[in-house]
T-cell receptor, first 116, second 112 residues
Framework: GAGVSQSPSNKVTEKGKDVELRCDPISGHTALYWYRQRLGQGLEFLIY????????KSGLPSDRFSAERTGESVSTLTIQRTQQEDSAVYLC??????????????FGEGSRLTVL | QKEVEQNSGPLSVPEGAIASLNCTYSDRGSQSFFWYRQYSGKSPELIMFIYSNGDKEDGRFTAQLNKASQYVSLLIRDSQPSDSATYLC????????????FGAGTILRVKS
């Protein structure tokens, strides 16, 4: 597609339910990032994929969070047993290159998660 | 200590003035530095990147990097109301891939 696509754009769920957030990166982009942004806060790094591998999972807040990427394309971020503190906008970004001079991440519009 | 620190602001400047946004980082191994702009309710977009010490100019924007002081700044000349946004500093180090770490951002308000 023309840009990074995320779905759903909005998700309201009850505490304790599982949610899946999907990211379709720009075609051909090898790097894919997930960030979380709470209201009025900065971007919190969650996980990064190079191809289908995740060299850095250090940002995942707890074992309730997991992510995968298949076919060097679509990625899914799964949050199990959601808690109210999980409420945030989850941003996905993709990038064409992975050299040290890379940093132009193209962001999707985000998935806004509200946990009641 | 946060990896990337920014003053949250808001920084208010009059239209036409120079806005100066600052950022410090903790990891001396950081290699690449970026400024992103985020309008309210929107996703971040890249403004500039800088890798070498010194200044880099692009239109009304100038990025400045001082690796010895672990400091990077963004100057916006002739500030316009449309520049009002949150400016995010981001730092990358080639460790475990290319993890891009963002600061919390500085809110800029340009008053007409």
């Amino acid at each position: 597609g023309a840009g990074v696509s995320q779905s759903p754009s909005n998700k309201v769920t009850e505490k304790g339910k599982d949610v899946e957030l999907r990211c379709d990166p720009i075609s051909g982009h090898t790097a894919l990032y997930w960030y979380r942004q709470r209201l009025g806060q900065g971007l919190e790094f969650l996980i990064y994929f190079q191809g289908n591998s995740a060299p850095d999972k250090s940002g995942l807040p707890s074992d309730r969070f997991s992510a995968e990427r298949t076919g060097e394309s679509v990625s899914t971020l799964t949050i199990q047993r959601t808690q109210q503190e999980d409420s945030a906008v989850y941003l996905c970004a993709s990038s064409l290159q992975t050299g040290i001079y890379t940093g132009e991440l193209f962001f999707g519009e985000g998935s806004r998660l509200t946990v009641l | 200590q946060k990896e990337v620190e920014q003053n949250s602001g808001p920084l208010s400047v009059p239209e036409g003035a120079i806005a100066s946004l600052n950022c410090t980082y903790s990891d001396r191994g950081s290699q690449s530095f970026f400024w992103y702009r985020q309008y309210s309710g929107k996703s971040p977009e890249l403004i500039m990147f800088i890798y070498s010490n010194g200044d880099k100019e692009d239109g009304r924007f100038t990025a400045q990097l001082n690796k010895a002081s672990q400091y990077v700044s963004l100057l916006i000349r002739d500030s316009q109301p449309s520049d009002s946004a949150t400016y995010l500093c981001a730092v990358m180090r080639r460790e475990y891939g290319n993890k891009l770490v963002f600061g919390a951002g500085t809110i800029l308000r340009v008053k007409s």
